[in-house]
Nanobody, 123 residues
Framework: QVQLVESGGGLVQPGDSLRLSCTAS????????AGWFRQTPGKEREFVAA????????RYADSVKGRFTISRDNAKNTVYLQMNSLKPEDTAVYYC????????????????WGQGTQVTVSS
């Protein structure tokens, strides 16, 4: 069992940056592919970014490519999502997740989820 806890959310203005963190306990996060998803009220949870458990393979949603960067610090059992040039449409609850798959953009492949952290981009 893996417990995931997100942090770093908040209220920022358009164009600002924010870094989300996801720290795992109960198991080594490096043994899993790590993903970030986001959800707004009334919409499905959507894929944002993922990083494989080995080789550092990454995947991004088209909407965040070039602005967001996912990375992991295995020594800290933590995965990060650096978000730059934030837009109002990035406003959502952001969830981190862990998957046994090598790399995946599909929600169904993720076995463990955090509780989410709110990101609000507004002027």
């Amino acid at each position: 069992q893996v417990q995931l806890v997100e942090s770093g959310g908040g209220l920022v203005q358009p164009g600002d940056s924010l870094r989300l963190s996801c720290t795992a306990s109960g198991h080594t996060y490096s043994a899993y592919t790590a993903g970030w998803f986001r959800q707004t009220p009334g919409k499905e949870r959507e894929f944002v970014a993922a990083i494989s458990r080995s080789l550092g393979i990454t995947r991004y949603a088209d909407s965040v490519k070039g602005r967001f960067t996912i990375s992991r610090d295995n020594a800290k059992n933590t995965v990060y999502l650096q978000m730059n040039s934030l837009k109002p449409e990035d406003t959502a609850v952001y969830y981190c997740a862990a998957a046994r798959a090598l790399i995946s953009m599909l929600r169904r492949d993720y076995d463990y989820w955090g509780q989410g952290t709110q990101v609000t981009v507004s002027s």
